[in-house]
T-cell receptor, first 110, second 115 residues
Framework: QKEVEQDPGPLSVPEGAIVSLNCTYSNSAFQYFMWYRQYSRKGPELLMYTYSSGNKEDGRFTAQVDKSSKYISLFIRDSQPSDSATYLCAMSAGGNQFYFGTGTSLTVIP | GAVVSQHPSWVICKSGTSVKIECRSLDFQATTMFWYRQFPKQSLMLMATSNEGSKATYEQGVEKDKFLINHASLTLSTLTVTSAHPEDSSFYIC???????????FGDGTRLSIL
């Protein structure tokens, strides 16, 4: 079983839709959770960083962590064509070891 | 803040050439830097973790003599692909940070094409 599971998609939504991206994990020691956005031929860009359970909001983006279910989500409100990218979840128990999902490819259609 | 610069962004060279890729943390000190390889439409594959002033830790299956990593300062790590061959062609990405509770911050990657 992989440490982190993420549906690769592809996911295609109309402009203005609410997008929900999700990851599940198996290691209950994970405490730090990240979402990255990666455009084609670019490095991943940190979008959201959360610690332990709960919600965090930043503009149109909301990150949710449910440690009891080992499930994290990223919601994008009022999606824009510029949100079209691959979204990677990542998590860590602390220290130097990070575990990445395989990424979900998102296309927002104008 | 937390900007990581990677250079060059794209390099094309002949088989047998050695290629050096630089990764710099511009506005913070990075005791730890990471090097990844990414194939098209695939996720990141960790190659090695480098710590300033010490030898890098390579992931299983990554040839140490092929991919030389140097992390001589708190703001610079380099990856040298020695005697590169077409199968080494890939997208290489570095990141910095990731210590303790800090997230990793990535460079923009280097597209390496070996002819």
């Amino acid at each position: 079983q992989k440490e982190v599971e993420q549906d690769p998609g592809p996911l295609s939504v109309p402009e203005g839709a609410i997008v929900s991206l999700n990851c599940t994990y198996s290691n209950s020691a994970f405490q730090y959770f990240m979402w990255y956005r990666q455009y084609s031929r670019k490095g991943p860009e940190l979008l959201m960083y959360t610690y332990s359970s709960g919600n965090k909001e930043d503009g149109r983006f909301t990150a949710q962590v449910d440690k009891s279910s080992k499930y994290i989500s990223l919601f994008i409100r009022d999606s824009q064509p510029s949100d079209s990218a691959t979204y990677l979840c990542a998590m860590s128990a602390g220290g130097n070891q990070f575990y990445f999902g395989t990424g979900t490819s998102l296309t927002v259609i104008p | 803040g937390a900007v990581v610069s990677q250079h060059p962004s794209w390099v094309i060279c002949k088989s047998g050439t050695s290629v050096k890729i630089e990764c710099r943390s511009l506005d913070f000190q990075a005791t730890t830097m990471f090097w990844y390889r990414q194939f098209p439409k695939q996720s990141l594959m960790l190659m090695a973790t480098s710590n300033e002033g010490s030898k890098a830790t390579y992931e299983q299956g990554v040839e140490k003599d092929k991919f030389l990593i140097n992390h001589a300062s708190l703001t610079l790590s380099t990856l040298t692909v020695t005697s590169a061959h077409p199968e080494d062609s890939s997208f290489y990405i570095c990141s910095a940070g990731g210590q303790g509770y800090q997230p990793q911050h990535f460079g923009d990657g280097t597209r390496l094409s070996i002819l």
